[in-house]
């Protein structure tokens, strides 16, 4: 009998790209939810900034009649609370957050 080698060489193993323990001294993220899936309609719909209540024609259409609608309709409003709250630290009271929320929008 002829002695061969017993000895066979092998490759080195390839270099570990990623670990697939999670080390707890590296912070991890949670796992981010899938994307929602659109529907072949909404795929098919325009963004909102392209559609026509965005333009500025429709945009002062809209403030005009808001601001209107505050001069005819805050009166008689004022007038009803009056009936039912008479006292003005208490209508001053409760429609302060009002009031401050109108006067950031406009």
Do not use: D, H, W
């Not at 981010?32 to 659109?38: D, F, G, W």
């Not at 529907?39 to 909102?48: E, L, Q, V």
């Not at 009936?83 to 009271?93: D, E, F, G, S, V």
């Amino acid at each position: 009998m002829t002695e061969q080698t017993a000895l066979t060489t092998f490759p080195p193993p390839p270099a570990p790209t990623s670990c697939k323990l999670q080390c707890p001294l590296r912070p991890t993220s949670p796992p981010q939810p899938p994307p929602p899936r659109r529907s072949a309609a909404a795929a098919r719909r325009p963004c909102p900034a392209a559609q026509a209540f965005a333009s500025p024609a429709k945009l002062a259409e809209l403030v005009g009649r808001v601001n209107g609608a505050m001069r005819q309709l805050l009166p008689a409003v004022v007038a009803k609370t009056q009936l039912y709250l008479p006292n003005p630290n208490t209508r001053a009271i409760l429609f302060r957050p009002v009031k401050s929320n109108i006067a950031e929008v406009r």
